[in-house]
């Protein structure tokens, strides 16, 4: 009931809900957008307003200032009033909100309109997914989690200030990212409770709205005060506007003792609040380390409250029968989970089936009792890896936080790293959880849900960094789930509004998908807001002027005092730029020519004077697709009119007319700018068009310029001519060449190295004209000396090292070891064994390896790289190619040192060099020993069939060199014999 008339007005507005505050604004035609003070504020400024200047008009119609508020039923027991239809309760049915719109009549229906927009907002703001009855942000919640949180004050009006407070504030001016002033400024807020400390929560939250220590410090804070003087609105629109976009387990398990709190465990509609709200609690967050006190709390829950309670829609006969069903399905779930308190859950778990049946309670145990086990091994490592995670930490930009006495780890660079290897770790599967294929599933529904929590809990204090969004949206990608990849992107953005790689990656996917429309869109969205946002710096700058200057300072044309302005648009960034680029290329890859010159056209009517970059790249891909020369040429002319004074456009047309074999007009080009460059620098005309600009002198043409001026467009002028310069090396005459240094030595006057036959002047042209990529006719150090001297080098690519310009030295053989002792008899040397160890495991390694398939066609040997110069095998090679072919194919047959795992066998250096030094291996010399020997055993054309094989003359011969002269004689007796023997053996048992 609304209070007496004597009672002030303002606190009666300040009894209403927020949805009654909203109706009242929407039937008074005023904003009802806001948190509750604002609203309450609106409501109390107009009825003032009334009262003062047409309070009599508001009596003639009989309507009070202030409607009365809709009566709300509350359940027996449940403190601070909340019931099902509350934002944490159960909803209401279409027959009960038709109830209540007919006996409350108009009023009602207003109120129920703004509690239907809310709902709608709040449904916006989960991603359209369903949520359960007491789900945040559900039916009656007050939509100011959507709402600038910049725009509310505490009730009380005070702003929280002292000594430690003020300073917090001065280091965050400084620096924003300081982590512990945040940190100040956190336990001060929460030291000072409410209301006191509401103002500097919000400003908080402001800055970090998905830190769940903050929220849950916020949220505990407006829960303390008990009984009447608890604003159960305010704690409500916390949970709203928080829950769904910060995973913690803390945060949640606050609000399920809220709604255990507020709700009445002995009656059915209580009873379904709070199940709904661990229920979905759990789906959420499950799966996370320190979710073992949300399990036990649910347990607990579910066995104290009436069985007819848990299962409404099971006969009273068997609800008991139905509740012992959701409590062992819940037990099951949880021990399947390695959180802290798996060993005490599979404890309470056992108890409980050995309670009800002993022996089917074994049976059930032994089939659980593996997935215990499993979740024990994994839960050590698991705990590791989150020892040092800031779960819902203050959310900072990497690059700039400073953490000063706080942990250094807190820092964003760290903690990305860190969650970044829990989710590599959890996506390993380390529990391996197993899917069901039988049913089509690629990844079990358990495994897919802690992966997505990781991801999840690392961006409530790493949403800055878009290297975690582009992380976490390819890990969907992959898995095929492209909706659930675009909806993260677009949170990425949304959180991070500069960074251009979230765009990308998001018209990438639909562009993989052939979704032209939407890849299209993704970049026309950044467009559009830049090119809305420079159309209102412009209206707004459509003012008169006084002195030729707006009030703000925006650029504009016109001297005429009262003459409307011309606003002139700063230069395009590089961002926007490369945005209009890529939506260029996208137009023709998934649309064709067509669509991009329309894109083209757009970037070039786009405000901030279209960049060279623009027309490069339209160029180009009439080119490059096309093979048509012709529009290419085209676009060339056109951005050459904007941008002939930028050196590195006139670069890339002269290459693109060269490419073409069109030298004649690179070099007309060439010409074109180094002749506007030169009047440029001698100020005759503006640097950006080829214009008369106010300064300069009618009669000689001359601009006034300051020195930082002049020295730019000297610069320009450089760079043009160098480019020229360069040109005619490659593609002109001896007598260009010279022409063109000469010109270019002149143009720059003071600049170009003094007199042309001077030192520098003569140093430039030399080392210009004979030098080649990263090869300069001067070593480093003379390079140097001639740059102090005057003279310009030229540009070399800086990844070669130039410095180091001499061959460095060999390096010296090693001392050889001493000559081992000579081996006996049947004595194996040592490492043999280890060596042929080595050898077979790298055969065993060879035959394992797969082999490549054979391609068709003439495809040339890959030949192998050669030795990197210095090493030990290009000095082998150098030596190798010094012997004859026989040695070095003898030296290129023996191991290398690094094939023997441990000691290599003894070197007999001795013999073998005696063996070299004293035979003749010249082929010739080779031939004529085998034809000896073979001579001396009867092996050879002398060799008649069926002769007897002679015996070795002694035994230091030991036979012929070849191996034809091994064969036995054509008829062989003994041979024949032994062949014939086993034939007949064999044929006895067949």
Same mark, same amino acid.
């Given at each position: 009931?609304?209070?007496?008339?004597?009672?002030?007005?303002?606190?009666?507005?300040?009894?209403?809900?927020?949805?009654?505050?909203?109706?009242?604004?929407?039937?008074?035609?005023?904003?009802?957008?806001?948190?509750?003070?604002?609203?309450?504020?609106?409501?109390?400024?107009?009825?003032?307003?009334?009262?003062?200047?047409?309070?009599?008009?508001?009596?003639?119609?009989?309507?009070?200032?202030?409607?009365?508020?809709?009566?709300?039923?509350?359940?027996?027991?449940?403190?601070?009033?909340?019931?099902?239809?509350?934002?944490?309760?159960?909803?209401?049915?279409?027959?009960?909100?038709?109830?209540?719109?007919?006996?409350?009549?108009?009023?009602?229906?207003?109120?129920?309109?703004?509690?239907?927009?809310?709902?709608?907002?709040?449904?916006?703001?989960?991603?359209?997914?369903?949520?359960?009855?007491?789900?945040?942000?559900?039916?009656?919640?007050?939509?100011?989690?959507?709402?600038?949180?910049?725009?509310?004050?505490?009730?009380?009006?005070?702003?929280?200030?002292?000594?430690?407070?003020?300073?917090?504030?001065?280091?965050?001016?400084?620096?924003? +990212?300081?982590?512990?002033?945040?940190?100040?400024?956190?336990?001060?807020?929460?030291?000072?409770?409410?209301?006191?400390?509401?103002?500097?929560?919000?400003?908080?939250?402001?800055?970090?709205?998905?830190?769940?220590?903050?929220?849950?410090?916020?949220?505990?804070?407006?829960?303390?005060?008990?009984? +009447?003087?608890?604003?159960?609105?305010?704690?409500?629109?916390?949970?709203?506007?928080?829950?769904?976009?910060?995973?913690?387990?803390?945060?949640?398990?606050?609000?399920?003792?809220?709604?255990?709190?507020?709700?009445?465990?002995?009656?059915?509609?209580?009873?379904?609040?709070?199940?709904?709200?661990?229920?979905?609690?759990?789906?959420?967050?499950?799966?996370?380390?320190?979710?073992?006190?949300?399990?036990?709390?649910?347990?607990?829950?579910?066995?104290?409250?009436?069985?007819?309670?848990?299962?409404?829609?099971?006969?009273?006969?068997?609800?008991?029968?139905?509740?012992?069903?959701?409590?062992?399905?819940?037990?099951?779930?949880?021990?399947?989970?390695?959180?802290?308190?798996?060993?005490?859950?599979?404890?309470?778990?056992?108890?409980?089936?050995?309670?009800?049946?002993?022996?089917?309670?074994?049976?059930?145990?032994?089939?659980?009792?593996?997935?215990?086990?499993?979740?024990?091994?994994?839960?050590?490592?698991?705990?590791?890896?989150?020892?040092?995670?800031?779960?819902?930490?203050?959310?900072?930009?990497?690059?700039?936080?400073?953490?000063?006495?706080?942990?250094?780890?807190?820092?964003?660079?760290?903690?990305?790293?860190?969650?970044?290897?829990?989710?590599?770790?959890?996506?390993?599967?380390?529990?391996?959880?197993?899917?069901?294929?039988?049913?089509?599933?690629?990844?079990?529904?358990?495994?897919?849900?802690?992966?997505?929590?990781?991801?999840?809990?690392?961006?409530?204090?790493?949403?800055?960094?878009?290297?975690?969004?582009?992380?976490?949206?390819?890990?969907?990608?992959?898995?095929?789930?492209?909706?659930?990849?675009?909806?993260?992107?677009?949170?990425?953005?949304?959180?991070?509004?500069?960074?251009?790689?979230?765009?990308?990656?998001?018209?990438?996917?639909?562009?993989?998908?052939?979704?032209?429309?939407?890849?299209?869109?993704?970049?026309?969205?950044?467009?559009?807001?830049?090119?809305?946002?420079?159309?209102?710096?412009?209206?707004?700058?459509?003012?008169?002027?006084?002195?030729?200057?707006?009030?703000?300072?925006?650029?504009?044309?016109?001297?005429?005092?009262?003459?409307?302005?011309?606003?002139?648009?700063?230069?395009?960034?590089?961002?926007?730029?490369?945005?209009?680029?890529?939506?260029?290329?996208?137009?023709?890859?998934?649309?064709?020519?067509?669509?991009?010159?329309?894109?083209?056209?757009?970037?070039?009517?786009?405000?901030?004077?279209?960049?060279?970059?623009?027309?490069?790249?339209?160029?180009?891909?009439?080119?490059?697709?096309?093979?048509?020369?012709?529009?290419?040429? +085209?676009?060339?002319?056109?951005?050459?009119?904007?941008?002939?004074?930028?050196?590195?456009?006139?670069?890339?047309?002269?290459?693109?007319?060269?490419?073409?074999?069109?030298?004649?007009?690179?070099?007309?080009?060439?010409?074109?700018?180094?002749?506007?460059?030169?009047?440029?620098?001698?100020?005759?005309?503006?640097?950006?068009?080829?214009?008369?600009?106010?300064?300069?002198?009618?009669?000689?043409?001359?601009?006034?310029?300051?020195?930082?001026?002049?020295?730019?467009?000297?610069?320009?002028?450089?760079?043009?001519?160098?480019?020229?310069?360069?040109?005619?090396?490659?593609?002109?005459?001896?007598?260009?060449?010279?022409?063109?240094?000469?010109?270019?030595?002149?143009?720059?006057?003071?600049?170009?190295?003094?007199?042309?036959?001077?030192?520098?002047?003569?140093?430039?042209?030399?080392?210009?004209?004979?030098?080649?990529?990263?090869?300069?006719?001067?070593?480093?150090?003379?390079?140097?000396?001639?740059?102090?001297?005057?003279?310009?080098?030229?540009?070399?690519?800086?990844?070669?090292?130039?410095?180091?310009?001499?061959?460095?030295?060999?390096?010296?053989?090693?001392?050889?070891?001493?000559?081992?002792?000579?081996?006996?008899?049947?004595?194996?040397?040592?490492?043999?064994?280890?060596?042929?160890?080595?050898?077979?495991?790298?055969?065993?390694?060879?035959?394992?390896?797969?082999?490549?398939?054979?391609?068709?066609?003439?495809?040339?040997?890959?030949?192998?790289?050669?030795?990197?110069?210095?090493?030990?095998?290009?000095?082998?090679?150098?030596?190798?190619?010094?012997?004859?072919?026989?040695?070095?194919?003898?030296?290129?047959?023996?191991?290398?040192?690094?094939?023997?795992?441990?000691?290599?066998?003894?070197?007999?250096?001795?013999?073998?060099?005696?063996?070299?030094?004293?035979?003749?291996?010249?082929?010739?010399?080779?031939?004529?020993?085998?034809?000896?020997?073979?001579?001396?055993?009867?092996?050879?054309?002398?060799?008649?069939?069926?002769?007897?094989?002679?015996?070795?003359?002694?035994?230091?011969?030991?036979?012929?060199?070849?191996?034809?002269?091994?064969?036995?004689?054509?008829?062989?007796?003994?041979?024949?014999?032994?062949?014939?023997?086993?034939?007949?053996?064999?044929?006895?048992?067949?």
């Amino acid at each position: 009931a609304m209070a007496t008339e004597s009672a002030p007005p303002l606190k009666e507005l300040k009894k209403l809900k927020v949805a009654e505050l909203k109706a009242l604004l929407k039937t008074r035609g005023l904003e009802d957008s806001g948190l509750k003070d604002d609203l309450v504020r609106r409501l109390h400024d107009a009825r003032q307003v009334a009262d003062a200047g047409a309070g009599g008009e508001a009596a003639a119609v009989g309507s009070p200032a202030v409607d009365p508020p809709l009566q709300v039923t509350t359940s027996g027991d449940a403190t601070a009033g909340p019931t099902a239809s509350d934002p944490t309760g159960t909803p209401p049915t279409e027959d009960d909100e038709a109830d209540a719109i007919a006996a409350d009549g108009d009023d009602a229906i207003d109120e129920q309109h703004a509690i239907d927009e809310a709902d709608a907002i709040a449904i916006d703001e989960a991603d359209d997914e369903e949520k359960p009855p007491n789900a945040p942000g559900s039916h009656e919640t007050e939509d100011t989690s959507l709402a600038p949180l910049a725009g509310g004050e505490p009730e009380s009006n005070q702003v929280l200030s002292n000594p430690r407070v003020d300073r917090a504030r001065g280091r965050l001016v400084v620096n924003s +990212n300081d982590l512990d002033a945040w940190e100040v400024l956190v336990t001060e807020a929460t030291a000072a409770g409410v209301p006191t400390g509401r103002s500097l929560f919000e400003e908080i939250v402001q800055t970090h709205p998905t830190s769940a220590k903050v929220w849950r410090a916020y949220a505990e804070c407006e829960i303390a005060p008990a009984g +009447n003087t608890r604003d159960d609105d305010a704690v409500k629109s916390i949970f709203s506007r928080c829950l769904l976009n910060c995973p913690s387990p803390d945060l949640w398990r606050s609000y399920t003792r809220y709604m255990v709190t507020t709700n009445d465990p002995t009656s059915p509609d209580g009873v379904a609040a709070i199940k709904a709200a661990f229920e979905y609690t759990l789906d959420t967050i499950g799966e996370d380390v320190e979710s073992g006190p949300l399990w036990l709390d649910f347990l607990n829950f579910l066995r104290a409250v009436d069985a007819a309670h848990v299962a409404p829609g099971v006969a009273t006969a068997h609800a008991e029968r139905a509740r012992d069903d959701e409590v062992r399905s819940a037990y099951q779930r949880s021990v399947s989970v390695p959180t802290n308190s798996v060993d005490a859950l599979y404890r309470e778990y056992d108890t409980f089936e050995t309670t009800l049946d002993a022996t089917a309670g074994k049976t059930v145990l032994a089939t659980i009792k593996p997935l215990v086990d499993k979740a024990r091994v994994v839960l050590k490592e698991r705990k590791r890896r989150h020892e040092k995670l800031d779960v819902g930490g203050l959310c900072v930009r990497p690059g700039g936080a400073e953490v000063g006495t706080a942990d250094q780890t807190k820092t964003p660079e760290i903690q990305s790293k860190l969650w970044r290897d829990l989710a590599r770790w959890e996506r390993g599967n380390p529990q391996q959880l197993e899917a069901d294929t039988e049913n089509g599933e690629s990844w079990n529904p358990q495994l897919t849900t802690r992966i997505n929590l990781a991801y999840e809990q690392s961006l409530m204090s790493l949403r800055f960094c878009p290297d975690m969004w582009l992380e976490f949206a390819s890990w969907h990608e992959k898995e095929g789930r492209l909706d659930e990849a675009v909806g993260v992107l677009q949170r990425g953005k949304e959180a991070n509004p500069e960074c251009a790689l979230l765009t990308f990656a998001r018209a990438d996917i639909f562009e993989k998908t052939g979704d032209v429309e939407n890849a299209k869109a993704a970049y026309e969205e950044v467009l559009d807001l830049y090119e809305n946002e420079c159309a209102a710096k412009e209206t707004k700058a459509q003012r008169s002027v006084v002195g030729g200057s707006t009030q703000d300072g925006v650029s504009i044309t016109g001297n005429t005092a009262g003459s409307p302005v011309e606003y002139v648009h700063p230069v395009m960034s590089d961002a926007t730029t490369l945005m209009y680029v890529e939506y260029m290329r996208c137009c023709r890859r998934v649309e064709g020519a067509q669509s991009a010159r329309k894109a083209f056209m757009r970037a070039r009517k786009a405000p901030g004077n279209a960049r060279h970059e623009i027309f490069v790249i339209s160029a180009h891909m009439e080119w490059r697709y096309d093979k048509n020369d012709k529009p290419a040429r +085209n676009v060339f002319e056109l951005g050459l009119k904007k941008h002939i004074l930028v050196p590195e456009y006139v670069k890339l047309y002269a290459e693109f007319l060269v490419g073409i074999n069109d030298v004649a007009n690179a070099r007309v080009l060439f010409e074109r700018a180094v002749a506007v460059a030169a009047d440029a620098a001698s100020g005759k005309i503006d640097s950006d068009s080829k214009n008369i600009i106010p300064g300069t002198n009618r009669t000689t043409g001359v601009l006034s310029m300051g020195p930082q001026e002049r020295e730019r467009r000297i610069n320009v002028l450089r760079d043009v001519f160098d480019l020229f310069v360069s040109f005619e090396h490659h593609h002109g005459s001896s007598g260009t060449m010279s022409s063109v240094e000469q010109r270019r030595h002149v143009a720059l006057g003071g600049h170009g190295g003094g007199a042309i036959d001077a030192a520098p002047a003569i140093l430039t042209a030399l080392i210009a004209r004979h030098s080649f990529l990263d090869l300069a006719p001067c070593t480093f150090e003379q390079q140097a000396h001639y740059v102090k001297l005057g003279a310009t080098m030229p540009r070399r690519n800086t990844s070669v090292d130039t410095k180091n310009t001499n061959v460095p030295p060999p390096v010296p053989p090693p001392i050889p070891p001493p000559r081992p002792p000579p081996l006996r008899k049947g004595e194996v040397p040592p490492g043999a064994a280890c060596a042929a160890a080595a050898a077979a495991a790298a055969a065993a390694a060879l035959a394992q390896l797969p082999k490549a398939p054979k391609a068709g066609g003439n495809i040339p040997k890959i030949m192998p790289p050669p030795p990197a110069p210095g090493s030990a095998a290009a000095t082998a090679a150098i030596v190798v190619s010094s012997l004859p072919a026989e040695l070095g194919v003898f030296f290129r047959l023996l191991p290398a040192s690094s094939s023997f795992d441990c000691e290599a066998p003894p070197h007999v250096v001795d013999a073998v060099m005696e063996t070299l030094l004293t035979h003749d291996l010249s082929p010739e010399a080779g031939a004529l020993t085998v034809a000896t020997r073979n001579e001396t055993f009867g092996v050879g054309v002398g060799a008649k069939s069926g002769e007897k094989r002679k015996a070795p003359a002694s035994a230091n011969n030991k036979g012929p060199l070849t191996s034809s002269s091994n064969k036995p004689p054509l008829m062989d007796v003994f041979r024949m014999r032994q062949a014939k023997q086993a034939r007949t053996d064999n044929a006895e048992f067949q």
